[in-house]
Structures are given as C-alpha cells and as structure tokens.
C-alpha cells in the first residue's frame, strides 16, 4: 500500500493551504498547493475562456459522426477560445487548420509532452485539415543553459518522437524556428508585424518579464504567435491571411495566444482559435514538479518494460490507505491517485476505466492492482511508440520539415 507518510503530509499540508495562495500557471512555472491539482475552474475565471460544455461536445460528433476523443469527453482538454467558430467553419465545408508546438529541451520525450501531440492526430484525422508544428529550439537556448546547436539538435530528435504518433507527412509541416526563420521571408515579416503592435509594458504584464529578462525573451512571444496567422505559409496556403487557426495546447501556453488574439484584428488576420488540456501530473503527485532532467518524475518513451514497471511501483503516487485494512473500509482517493489519473489519459475503454474507479473508491481494488493496470497500459503504448520512432529516418524527418504546399480537399485554395 503507499506511505503514509507521505499521504499525511500532502494532506497536513493542504489543511494549511490559505485559501488567499493560488495557483501559479503561466508558460514557464506551473505549481499547485493542492494535492488535487490545479483548480481549473478557477483558472478559467482568471483566464477568461469557457469551459467545454456537454452541448459543444455533442455539436462536434453529429459534425464528425464519430464519437470524440475520450481526453476531450473526460475533460482532459476542458477549455477553449472560439471552438465554436472553427465548427461553423468545418460545417460551411471552408478551409482551417491546426497549429501546435514543442519546446525540445531534452532529448527523450515523456508521455506528458505526447498529449497534445495524441489530440493534434486525432483532430486532423478527424477534421481532414492541414496541420504544422512549431519546434522552439530558439525559446530553449534562450530560457535554458543550452547552446543553439543542442537545441536545434534536439528539436530534430524530439521531431521523430512527434512523427511516431502517426502524423501524415503529406498533410503536416513540421518546422524549427532556428532553421525555417533564415530561410522564410513571410515567417519573419510576420513576427515583425507582431513586434510592432505589442509595447514593453503589455508583454510584462502578460509573462512577468523583468528589467533583468534579456530582449531575446521579452521579443520571443512574436515568434511563438506567428504560426496563428496563414499568411506565414504562403507555400501551404497560397499566401491568402483568412484561413481560420486553431490551436491543441496545454493551457499554460494561453498567455501567448491571448496575446496574439489581441494583435490580429489590428493585422487584419483572424484571431486562433483554441482547445486547452489540464497538465499532466508527475508521478509523486500534483503539487511535485515533472522535469525531462528527472528520469523518475514521468514515464519517458524511452524507458523499457522494467523502468516503467518499477517506476509506477515505486513513485507513483496513492491515494490508498495507508495499510490493506484501512484501504478496504475507507477505500481509495482516485483524485489523488496519480495511477488512476494516468489512467484517465490512456486507457480508452470508458466502461473499464468506471469499474476501477468504483472498485478502488470502495476499497475493493487494492494499490498494487490498480497500478498493474496503468503498468500494462503504458508497456503498450511505449513499446508500440519505440517500434514506430525507430522507423522515423533522418530523411523522413527531412520530408516533414521540409517547406511545401501541404494536402488538403478545399479547392477555393
């Protein structure tokens, strides 16, 4: 069973919690005082978007006629920006497309950097549309202690982690800011653009910025924001600037796109639309921080049967009781339980996920039980994701990336 301890002092720990202290979210720092998480609700109220409801869920199946992707109707991706715009867009048969993006600071990806990346590839399978991906390799020399070539080195291998979900190259850019700037008038005149409408004092008071943050970050929100605008692909898009965006992304990258969605009225471009998903917890639980430089915070899709197995085993956060006893007459906390959560992102099947869930709340299911379910799961998933990353060459990370009109059934374009 887990440690109880460890259980006592979370929840010692949250007794304490003035109710004044929020949460910190923003697209550098993310930290919870809540055992529980990230209060999303009250994440939305500051952020200003609007949550998911039932009603916009069941617009887009009788649109797909499909059901959606179980991380949308689990309310993983739970929040949005004019999602109800890009559904008129896609039921009048007009074109859009979808931008998403990866910061590369390390080389082996974890299962909590492929989220957005498992949602993008439904969406495009889904809606049929054209999608490009932004590699920041600039961002993480200028955020990280690294050099332009090391993050430009891992931009292309966390390319072929990106690719192994399954992307279809005739339908997807994948671009790194350090290469595609020098070689992209269109990309660099839009930046431009956006530079000139944003003033010093906006971009502090949206990303904290100090006197002491160097210029390459204060200037470094343009370049995320480019990618919203078509007129920055004229290859894919035929230089036309009306082709609605929208946007997979987890929800402390908002900032940027609020921003962005400020600046383009004013560059006559259509605002992105966006989808937001909750974060991915580590595995000592929500208020611990996950890091790619710790190998035992998250599952990485590098690491074998066995360190996936003794990592959930030995890390992963319970909310059982602290012996079998007191499990079985109090039962589990599946808010907590950072197995069950994992399980909310992977397992597919809604009915199994709902029997753990009332099994475990009632004490019938035991910790380890539970844990051996996420264990098969991700044994899975990491396994088939290593065979298929394995396949992706350095010339078919060439194809991807390389500048092209991309496939798509909108003849108007």
């Not at 929800?251 to 991915?280: E, N, W």
């Amino acid at each position: 069973m887990s440690n109880p301890s460890q259980i006592e002092k979370m929840s010692l720990k949250d007794d304490q919690v003035n109710e004044e202290e929020e949460d910190i979210v923003n697209p550098w720092e993310v930290s919870t005082h809540s055992a529980k998480g990230v209060d999303y609700d009250k994440l939305i109220r500051k952020f200003g978007s609007t949550r998911i409801d039932h009603a916009l869920i069941k617009r887009i199946e009788n649109l797909t006629g499909r059901p959606v992707h179980h991380l949308l109707r689990r309310g993983i991706f739970f929040s949005q920006r004019d999602l109800e715009m890009i559904l008129n867009v896609y039921e009048q048969k007009k074109p859009f497309y979808l931008y998403t993006g990866r910061g590369p600071s390390s080389e082996a990806m974890h299962m909590g950097h492929l989220i957005p990346f498992i949602f993008t590839k439904w969406l495009q399978d889904t809606f049929d549309v054209p999608l490009v991906i932004q590699l920041t390799d600039d961002e993480k020399f200028l955020w990280k202690d690294l050099t332009l070539e090391q993050t430009n080195h891992l931009a292309f291998e966390n390319a072929k982690d990106i690719i192994a979900c399954g992307f279809d190259v005739e339908k997807t850019f994948i671009f790194s800011d350090l290469d595609f700037l020098t070689n992209s008038p269109a990309f660099y005149r839009t930046i431009c653009r956006i530079q000139k409408l944003v003033t010093y004092n906006q971009v502090k008071g949206i990303f904290g910025f100090t006197d002491s943050d160097s210029i390459g970050k204060i200037s470094f929100p343009a370049v995320q924001a480019a990618p919203s605008f078509s007129c920055m692909f004229p290859e894919i898009f035929n230089g036309r600037s009306d082709i609605p965006c929208l946007i997979p992304c987890a929800i402390d990258q908002d900032p940027y796109f609020r921003m962005t969605r400020d600046v383009a009225p004013r560059m006559g471009c259509l605002k992105p639309a966006l989808v937001h998903s909750t974060f991915f917890p580590a595995l000592q639980g929500a208020q611990s921080k996950m890091s790619a430089s710790d190998p035992n915070s998250s599952i990485f899709v590098t690491d074998t049967d066995q360190e996936i197995k003794d990592k959930i085993n030995k890390y992963a956060f319970s909310g059982g009781g602290a012996t079998v006893e007191e499990h079985k007459t109090k039962g589990g906390n599946c808010e907590v339980d950072v197995s069950y959560q994992y399980l909310t992102f992977f397992m597919e099947d809604d009915q199994r996920l709902e029997e753990i869930r009332m099994a475990y709340t009632s004490g019938e299911l035991m910790t380890g039980s539970l844990k051996k379910e996420l264990i098969d799961i991700l044994q899975k998933m990491v396994g088939e994701h290593r065979q298929r990353r394995e396949a992706v060459t350095d010339e078919i990370v060439r194809q991807f990336m390389k500048p092209r009109k991309l496939k798509y059934d909108y003849p108007a374009l």
